[in-house]
């Protein structure tokens, strides 16, 4: 049997100084922005799980509630290992983690934390969470692996550890599908959203691997790569700012419960168990999230295979999210393998920023495909827009395999395919097109034929299409700058002149918001100046 060790993590002494750096990091995911414009968006209601590898020690992984950045009530947390139950801290079950204590930090604590109202903590020794085990069959080992037997009611599941072999080498390909299928099977059945650290170097490590959960890498740290060793999938799922995954991950897992929080006290329509669906919550965080400049991916890999979608920003997320839910347009179905042009239907989705829970349906001679047309317009004549996509459905339970769904955005004055994701491993597709002309455009969601899992699949589908303007007066001495807070994600720079080479610079401060707009004022100078918007 293969053993848990925790990720590698900075020093608990680091950790303890970490003030200022939370509310950073809280800048750069959207926390400190969506908390100025939405109220209580902190995770109210949510239980939240936190399995922790022992660190140190067989018994060191339990959550102190009174540490320093945790500072959370006793009562909170109940602790599980196979040495029992206990509702107090300390306790006979297990010991204080430093590790835990950090992570719980970044996922909960006061004041760094995402979701710091969040309702209860399940803290279990990760031992006892998952259990993995194998048996010789002839020249070959069979792997098994298993979570609680029944619903541990805590819709987010926050996963600071991987696996890794007694030498700290990956563990096998067998070994992966036996863990990825429990935690699959366990996600499905109970809607469990599992946000795992993709590790710290080298291969996409389990349980970051399972198709149903969210993995997650390090932004600006040290982080593995995708894709995954089985089938080539696309993870990690996404990024958050941190020196390794141990601390990016409840980052994540935070902005998950603030998600669901809000979905469920309809921040997103009325649709609220849909909202708050663990494929609704995936596809509105890879939507959101930020693209580092290098990003890339390819019509058979949809996401980077070191960034995932991008880097996380729950603003965005929650915005997409209170664009409510739109349904498609029309429905129809073509030959299996056959062309697909955009539709002539007259409905248009009402909002350009939103999302949709919905079923697809093919047979073994039909693919089916949901057309969500869209009028991508501003006013202004040849305004460019960018369009984000993100398509996620589950592997079903006790299923080897998924669905075959493809995402597509075709241009309906001249039906050519603008972009496709048509991978055929991943449960997840994923769009983005920067400069996009304005007009109209059929957004189709695609279900193959012929061999399938199931006819009918139900996925969850974000979008967003913007096109963002800088206005710019000057009442008297001053210059006064107005941008939409929606997306962020923006520097503002400056120039003095625009012959080349053009040097750009931050503008300091940064903005406020008011109405729901970012607003700076300048000193006037005699000078030229030149502003601009710019994501990294």
């Known amino acids: 049997m293969n053993k848990i060790r925790g990720l590698p993590c900075l020093l608990v002494f680091v950790f303890w100084g970490q003030t200022a750096a939370f509310a950073s990091d809280l800048d750069t ?114 792997y098994t692996a298993s979570l609680p037997s029944a619903n541990i009611n805590d819709p987010v599941v926050s996963q600071s550890f991987i696996f890794l072999n007694s030498d700290y080498s990956h563990v096998s390909t067998n070994e992966q599908g036996a863990i990825d299928t429990a935690y699959d099977n366990y996600a499905a059945q109970y809607n469990t959203l599992f946000v795992s650290g993709a590790g710290n170097g080298g291969a996409v490590s389990p349980p970051a691997t399972g198709y149903n959960g969210i993995g997650v890498g390090a932004y600006g740290g040290s982080s593995s790569a995708g894709p995954t060793p089985d089938n080539g999938r696309a993870k990690p799922d996404i990024m958050a700012p941190a020196g390794e995954t141990s601390y990016s991950t409840p980052y994540v897992a935070g902005a998950a419960a603030v998600l669901m929080q809000a979905g469920l006290r309809g921040d997103g329509g009325s649709g609220t168990n849909a909202a708050a669906d663990i494929r609704t919550v995936k596809a509105l965080l890879l939507n959101g999230a930020i693209k580092p400049a290098d990003w890339t991916n390819s019509p058979s890999s949809p996401l980077n295979p070191l960034y995932g979608a991008g880097v996380l920003n729950v603003f965005n997320s929650y915005e997409q999210l209170a664009g409510g839910r739109h349904g498609y347009v029309v429905s129809n179905s073509v030959s299996t393998g056959g062309a697909h042009p955009p539709t002539r239907a007259s409905g248009t989705v009402s909002t350009l920023s939103g999302w949709d829970f919905n079923t697809n349906t093919s047979s073994s001679a039909f693919d089916g495909v949901n057309h969500y047309c869209f009028n991508v317009t501003n006013g202004i004549s040849g305004a460019p827009f960018t369009a984000t996509a993100t398509l996620v459905w589950n592997r079903q339970r006790n299923q080897p395999a998924i669905n075959n769904l493809g995402l597509f955005l075709y241009n309906v004055a001249n039906s050519n395919l603008v972009a496709g994701c048509t991978s055929v491993v991943d449960n997840v597709q994923h769009l983005f097109v920067p400069l996009l002309p304005p007009g109209r455009y059929d957004l189709q969601v695609l279900k193959k034929g012929g061999t399938y899992v199931s006819a009918g699949e139900t996925y969850a589908l974000a979008f967003e299409f913007f096109s963002l303007s800088l206005n710019v007066t000057n009442p008297g001495t001053n210059l006064v700058l107005k941008w939409p807070v929606y997306p962020t994600g923006f520097i503002l720079e400056s120039t003095a002149s625009l012959i080349s080479p053009v040097v750009w610079n931050a503008n300091s401060p940064g903005p406020g918001v008011t109405n729901n707009e970012n607003y700076l004022v300048l000193n006037v100078t005699n000078h030229n100046q030149f502003f601009r918007l710019r994501r990294p």
Do not use: C, K, M
């Open 29 to 142: 995911i959207g926390v400190t922005l969506l908390r100025a414009v939405a109220a209580n968006v902190d995770g109210a209601g949510i239980r939240v799980a936190q399995p922790e590898a022992p660190y140190g020690t067989a018994t060191n992984w339990e959550v102190n509630p009174a540490a320093s950045g945790v500072g959370q009530p006793a009562s909170l947390f109940t602790y599980f290992s196979s040495s029992g139950t206990a509702n107090s801290f300390p306790n006979a079950v297990g010991a204080e983690s430093g590790h835990a204590d950090a992570v719980a930090g970044y996922l909960y604590g006061i004041p760094g934390g995402v979701a710091t109202n969040i309702e209860h903590v399940d803290s279990y020794s990760a031992n006892y969470f998952v259990q993995v085990s194998g048996r010789v069959i002839g020249s070959a080992t069979n």
